[in-house]
């Protein structure tokens, strides 16, 4: 499956990256790379790795939301964040039109998960979740001795909701479901029809998780919906979260959280750490939100880098998994090991093994120039036969 069917020709698509004849000649020159330790790409010497292995946002965070931070250190830095953490949960739950009592803060929406998985032990529930997925709720809940039941996505990379309902319903007890939307590592969303549908007639018993911290990237997507619509209708049984470390560029503020009804956000609270929140995180958080400039740059920006990604693997016939997400998982064709490795001494970092078949690789959408220069990579690996 190709996710772009518009290809460009071999001659136009290398004008495109900037490649010309000398790096042609140099890729034709097979295992120059590992020979000595020197970049394929000669001007690569020395540089910086591409970080593209933690779907971070490469263009960082915004400038006025860095200032924020910065103020914050300054002015209060020695100060205990209570009033602003208030002031900002009133914001942050305008934002999103619901009640300041539905959020609950974590330290990266990581947190937040943790919580759930806390709670979920005290009911003693089984957790069901798809495999692949975000593997931090899984960790807390086997932590907390909870029964994990993984449900292999199809051979196309899709949630088997038929498969995880059936097991959902087989249990007697308490049941925590997990559904990161869009799903990290495949980056395809599920169906909003067929996940509402499940939500809809499950038991009360039934909790769903759903992990939106790719929301912002899917939302154009009209096969794509927030289960904040089911929050919004009164639905106990779902809890959503959300995190600045992605569309807003902000993984190393760690803020995230939470958002679900006042009954449910009641029962979850005790278990989260609270007070959670730095004035920094929280005041470049706040910026974050009024910088509608930035938050559209970051979503246009992602696009573009997504189309130099699949036009240098479609040009290279390497299927991915059509994406909703700041990352895209492709084929290489070769052993992700060694895959890795080539890339590692390319100055380039990839994601780690998350499928059965270990010739798939996930790799994050840096910006524009940064993806121009791992196409280029890329194709060189092809003239090595590295892919
Ligand atoms: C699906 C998913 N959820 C949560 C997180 C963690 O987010 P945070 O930085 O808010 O803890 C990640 C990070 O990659 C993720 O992919």
New binding site residues.
Partial sequence: MKTLGMQPSRRQFIQQLGLGAAWLGLAANTSFALANNTPILPFRQNASPLLLH??ENSLGMSPNALSAAKFAIERYGNRYPSESIDEFKVKLADHHQVKPEQLIF?N????V?QAIATYAARQHATMIEPSPT?G?LRGYCKAENLNVIQVPVAQNFEMNIAAMKKQAMAQSGPVLINI?NP??PTGNIVDFSIMFDWINNAPDTHLFLL?E??FDYAQANPRYKSGLDLINQGKDNVVI?R????VFGM?GM???YGITTIKTASKIKPFAAGFNLSAAGIAAASAALDDKAFYKKSIEYNQVSKTILINTLNELDLESIPSDTNFVLHRIGTPLVDYTEHMQRNGVRVGRKMTVDDRWNRISLGTPDEMKIFAQTLMAFRQNGWV
């Avoid at 990266?108 to 947190?111: H, L, P």
């Fill in positions: 933690y779907n974590g990266g929406s990581t947190e998960l975000f931090a990161c799903n990290n992990d911290a790719y979260s995190t600045f470390s992605k993984a760690r803020m995230g």
